[in-house]
C-alpha cells in the first residue's frame, strides 16, 4: 500500500523511530507529525546543502506523497462529515416525528381510556335497562294473564244474564198464562149473561193487577238498564 511504503521511506531516511515505524503501520500514528518531521528533514537537507541548494529527491517526493495522502484524507473527512450531517438531519428529522407520534400515543391512550369509561357507563345502563324492560315484560304478562280472567269472568256473567233473561221471560209467560187462567176476560163473562157487580169486581181485580203488573215492568226497565253495564 502506499501508506506503508511513505513509512517506510521515512524509516529509511530517519525521520521516524522503529517505534513510530510500527504505530504508522497500524495506522496509529499522526499524520501532521510525520509532515512536521518531513519539513524538519528538508530544512536540515536545505542547511547542510545550501551552497548547492541539493535537497533529498526521494525525501520530497516522500514529503509530496504524504501531503497528497493527507489532502485524500480531508476530502474523505469532508465526506463523511457531510454524510454525518445528513445523517444527523435525517435523525433530528425522525425524533421530531417520534415524538409527534409519542403525543399521539398518549393522546390516543388517554382517549381509549376515557371511551373505555363510556363503554362501561353504556353497559352499566344497558344491563339496567334489560332488568328494567324484563320487569315490564314480567308484569305485562301478569296484565294479560288478568285481562284473560276478566274476559272470562265477564263471559260467564253474560252466560249468566242470558240464563237469567231466558228464565225471566219463561216467568212472564208462565205469570200471563195464570192470569188467564185465573181472570177470564170481560167478554167472556158479558157473553154468559153476569151481572153489573160481578163486571165491577173484575175490572178491580184487573187494575189491582195492572198496578202490580206495572210495578214489574218499571223494575225490568231498571235491569235493562243495568245489564249493559255489567257485560262491559
Known amino acids: 500500500m502506499i501508506w506503508n511504503e511513505i513509512v517506510s521511506i521515512f524509516r529509511e531516511e530517519d525521520i521516524?523511530?522503529?517505534?513510530?515505524?510500527?504505530?504508522?503501520?497500524?495506522?496509529s500514528f499522526d499524520n501532521s507529525v510525520l509532515i512536521h518531521r518531513c519539513f524538519e528533514k528538508i530544512k536540515e537537507q536545505?542547511?547542510?546543502?545550501?551552497?548547492?541548494?541539493?535537497?533529498?529527491?526521494?525525501?520530497?517526493?516522500?514529503?509530496?506523497?504524504?501531503?497528497?495522502?493527507?489532502?485524500?484524507?480531508?476530502?474523505?473527512?469532508?465526506?463523511?462529515?457531510?454524510?454525518?450531517?445528513?445523517?444527523?438531519?435525517?435523525?433530528?428529522?425522525?425524533?421530531?416525528?417520534?415524538?409527534?407520534i409519542s403525543e399521539e400515543l398518549v393522546f390516543l391512550k388517554e382517549k381509549k381510556g376515557s371511551l373505555l369509561k363510556d363503554l362501561e357507563g353504556s353497559e352499566e345502563k344497558s344491563a339496567l335497562l334489560r332488568e328494567r324492560l324484563s320487569m315490564a315484560v314480567k308484569k305485562g304478562k301478569g296484565l294479560v294473564q288478568d285481562r284473560?280472567?276478566?274476559?272470562?269472568?265477564?263471559?260467564?256473567?253474560?252466560?249468566?244474564?242470558?240464563?237469567?233473561?231466558?228464565?225471566?221471560?219463561?216467568?212472564?209467560?208462565?205469570?200471563?198464562?195464570?192470569?188467564?187462567?185465573?181472570?177470564?176476560?170481560?167478554?167472556?163473562?158479558?157473553?154468559?149473561?153476569?151481572?153489573?157487580?160481578?163486571?165491577?169486581r173484575v175490572r178491580n181485580c184487573r187494575r189491582g193487577r195492572e198496578k202490580s203488573w206495572g210495578k214489574f215492568t218499571w223494575g225490568r226497565a231498571i235491569y235493562g238498564a243495568v245489564q249493559p253495564n255489567i257485560g262491559r
Open 148 to 200: 284473560e280472567n276478566l274476559k272470562n269472568l265477564l263471559d260467564e256473567n253474560n252466560s249468566e244474564i242470558k240464563k237469567l233473561k231466558l228464565e225471566l221471560q219463561q216467568q212472564e209467560s208462565a205469570v200471563a198464562d195464570c192470569r188467564d187462567q185465573i181472570f177470564p176476560p170481560l167478554k167472556l163473562i158479558r157473553s154468559r149473561g153476569g151481572g153489573g157487580g160481578e163486571e165491577k
Open 46 to 100: 536545505s542547511s547542510a546543502s545550501s551552497d548547492s541548494y541539493h535537497v533529498n529527491e526521494k525525501v520530497f517526493e516522500t514529503f509530496q506523497c504524504l501531503l497528497y495522502v493527507r489532502d485524500q484524507d480531508l476530502m474523505l473527512f469532508e465526506k463523511l462529515l457531510e454524510e454525518e450531517v445528513m445523517v444527523r438531519l435525517e435523525f433530528d428529522k425522525l425524533s421530531c416525528e417520534l415524538k409527534s
Open 16 to 27: 521516524i523511530s522503529d517505534h513510530e515505524h510500527e504505530e504508522a503501520v497500524y495506522q
